[in-house]
Every structure is written in structure tokens, then in C-alpha cells.
């Protein structure tokens, strides 16, 4: 009774993933261990307001962030929001396990300096103490995460231009691999001591995110996305490109578009999930991945996630991050049917308020 009376209230915090075509947001609450959806949204991004994951006209991205800002209960003002791409770099280092935090954070610096091919006074800097090296208990392994500042202000700039107090700046592959807390009674009752990759497949980037008994143990980034997919439509059909957003969402497409459009992409796309898996075995020396997680809005694709089974022989499903969670009744349940699977990152972003880690 009097551990729950001086505990400290937690500040919700809206998670939002800021795309090139769009951006989603979610605002999650915490009962006992259970989460409740207590709002999401979805706003179309202007053309060229982010171009590969950088932002380029902060005052557009912070207009679509005040749609969204109006969408959320006025009590919460805090936002979560993620950087990645070429200008983020994330590194386990080993450093001696008595350092203090203050100690570990002037010894990060000095190491910082030869680890990050920028200079320091163009970086932000962030770390984590992880556990003990198993191979050497004098060290700690710590988690070092940097990102070009430049990245990190516009981001929270944007936040800012939309009306939120911008409270964490993560890396978006860590908010990904932390929605395994969300999709775990979708996967085998043994996924907790497997590795499972989660991979998202945004418009023009998909992230590559490894966990294994909880941990993030590899992350990557690469260029590939569904803009590809609907450049193809445009191009085969004569379509302008918002015509062929909306007849890739609804099906509306030629009989032959099977054969001319969507077997050579999901060719590409099972070769570029083949590649970023073989690249993880080959860097981490593990001998296989056991399951699959699919999130974005390419992963709605009929068949994709039956794809990656039969031909990679990878038990993957598609993830929905609310399938056991509580919604708030005022939640408009159509509309977010429709959006579910682009929401993980926005989730993982918005389960920080409930975390002081930095992963």
C-alpha cells in the first residue's frame, strides 16, 4: 500500500515515427502488466518533407505533427521519437565494470573520439550499461549510440513545431525489437530463448532489428522500401503515384498485375530479407534465425509473411502490437485495422514511457 502511495506517477509519452510518406503515432497507457491503446493516428506526409529518413523542412513535418498533436489527449504533451539511417551509429564496447557513471561517461568520450568516423562536436552522444561480459567479468558491456546532432534537432524541432515537448530521441531499430513485449503470444511458447528478427518495411527503408531472450543483438538498415513497389504500378499502368498508393491498398489492378508487378517484387523483396538474414548469421556466427516478425505497410501484402515460410523455411507472422491489449472505446477500430502493422515502431516508441532504459 505505501510502495504504490510514494510511487512516482508515470508520464505517458506519445511515440511517434516520423516516415517520408507518412507519420504514425501511438499513446499507450499501463495498468498492472497489461497495456491499453488510449489513441493512435495517421497523417500523409508532403512530398519531400523527408527524403531517406532526413528531414528537410522541419516547419511541413511539424504542421502533419500538430494534425496529430489534435488527435491526443491535451494532458499529454511529452512525445518519443527515433532517429536512423546512414547518420546513426550504435556499438557494444567493453569498458572496466567499477567505473562510476560519471567515470564511464569522460572514458566514453575518449573511446567515442576513434569509434565515430565524425567529429564529436557534430555527434550526440548517448550509453547504456548492459550486464557483465561473460567472457571477461572485469568488463561491463555497454551500449554506445551516437547520431549527427544536426539529425537529433530537426527531429525535435519538428516535435516542437507540432506542440509536443520532445522527451526521448531513440533509434528506430531499438523501438522496433522493443515490440517483442507486444507480439509475444503471436510467436511459439520458446521464442523468448530464440532469435527473432523484426524487420519493417517502410516506404523507402527497411529495418533489420535481431533479438534474442530480450536483448537487441543486431541491427541494420537498408535502403529498400514499397516505394518501389508503387513506382512499378505507376510505371506498368500509367498511374500518377497517389493513384497507385490507393489501388496497391485496395486491390483495384489488372488481372495480368500478378505476373508484371507483384511476383518480381516479392522476388526482390525475398531476396533483400535473404541477404540482411545471411549478413546477421555470417557477422554474429549464430547458425540460424528462428522466427520472423513483419511490420510496415509493405508487410500487408497478401501472401508475404507465407512467402518468407516456404522459401526461407522461417516460421514469420505479421505483427499486430494491440492483438492483446485493451482499446479505448472512443478509438475509431476500422481505421485502425487498417494501420496496424505500420504502428510497431510508433509502439515501440510509445512503451519508453514506461522504461527509463535507453533501449
Same mark, same amino acid.
Given at each position: 500500500m505505501l510502495s504504490q502511495l510514494f510511487k512516482k506517477p508515470i508520464t505517458w509519452m506519445v511515440g511517434i515515427d516520423i516516415g517520408s510518406h507518412s507519420v504514425k503515432a501511438v499513446l499507450l497507457s499501463k495498468k498492472d502488466e497489461h497495456y491499453r491503446l488510449e489513441a493512435f493516428a495517421v497523417e500523409a506526409m508532403p512530398k519531400g518533407a523527408m527524403v531517406e529518413r532526413s528531414i528537410q523542412d522541419i516547419e511541413s513535418v511539424g504542421r502533419v505533427i500538430?494534425?496529430?498533436?489534435?488527435?491526443?489527449?491535451k494532458s499529454v504533451t511529452q512525445a518519443a521519437v527515433a532517429v536512423s539511417g546512414q547518420t546513426v551509429i550504435t556499438k557494444v564496447i567493453f569498458m572496466d565494470v567499477s567505473l562510476s557513471d560519471s567515470e564511464l561517461e569522460s572514458q566514453i568520450e575518449i573511446e567515442a573520439d576513434s569509434l565515430i568516423p565524425y567529429p564529436l562536436d557534430e555527434?550526440?552522444?548517448?550509453?547504456?550499461? @548492459?550486464d557483465i561480459n561473460e567472457a571477461d567479468p572485469s568488463k561491463v558491456n555497454v551500449l554506445l549510440s551516437a547520431a549527427r546532432t544536426e539529425?537529433?534537432?530537426?527531429?525535435?524541432? +519538428?516535435l516542437d513545431a507540432?506542440?509536443?515537448?520532445?522527451?526521448?530521441? /531513440?533509434?528506430?531499430? *531499438? $523501438?522496433?525489437?522493443?515490440?517483442?513485449?507486444?507480439? $509475444?503470444? +503471436?510467436?511459439?511458447? /520458446? +521464442?523468448?530463448?530464440?532469435?527473432?528478427?523484426?524487420? /519493417?518495411?517502410? $516506404?523507402?527503408?527497411? @529495418?533489420?532489428?535481431?533479438?534474442?531472450?530480450?536483448?537487441?543483438? *543486431?541491427?541494420?538498415?537498408?535502403v529498400f522500401g514499397g516505394e518501389q513497389y508503387t513506382k512499378t504500378i505507376v510505371s506498368y499502368y500509367n498511374k500518377s503515384?497517389?493513384?497507385?498508393?490507393?489501388?496497391?491498398?485496395?486491390?483495384?489492378?489488372?488481372?495480368?498485375?500478378?505476373?508484371?508487378?507483384?511476383?518480381p517484387f516479392q522476388t526482390t523483396f525475398l531476396q533483400q530479407v535473404r541477404r540482411a538474414v545471411q549478413m546477421f548469421l555470417t557477422t554474429s556466427g549464430n547458425d540460424q534465425l528462428d522466427y520472423i516478425v513483419l511490420s510496415g505497410g509493405t508487410s500487408l501484402i497478401q501472401g508475404i509473411d507465407r512467402l518468407l515460410i516456404d522459401e526461407l523455411g522461417i516460421h514469420s507472422i505479421i505483427i499486430d502490437p494491440f492483438a492483446d491489449m485493451e482499446l479505448s472505446p472512443e478509438l475509431d477500430r476500422e481505421i485502425l485495422d487498417k494501420h496496424r502493422a505500420q504502428l510497431a515502431v510508433a509502439s515501440g516508441l510509445a512503451l519508453r514511457s514506461f522504461s527509463s532504459c535507453h533501449i
Open positions: 500538430h494534425k496529430i498533436r489534435k488527435k491526443m489527449p555527434v550526440s552522444l548517448d550509453f547504456e550499461k @548492459l539529425s537529433v534537432e530537426a527531429r525535435a524541432g +519538428a507540432g506542440g509536443f515537448e520532445p522527451k526521448v530521441v /531513440d533509434v528506430e531499430s *531499438y $523501438a522496433l525489437s522493443r515490440t517483442i513485449q507486444l507480439c $509475444a503470444n +503471436a510467436l511459439p511458447e /520458446d +521464442a523468448e530463448d530464440k532469435i527473432v528478427a523484426f524487420i /519493417d518495411v517502410g $516506404a523507402s527503408t527497411t @529495418l533489420f532489428s535481431v533479438v534474442q531472450k530480450g536483448k537487441t543483438i *543486431y541491427t541494420r538498415d537498408q503515384f497517389d493513384e497507385a498508393e490507393q489501388a496497391k491498398i485496395s486491390g483495384d489492378l489488372p488481372p495480368n498485375y500478378t505476373f508484371e508487378v507483384l511476383a
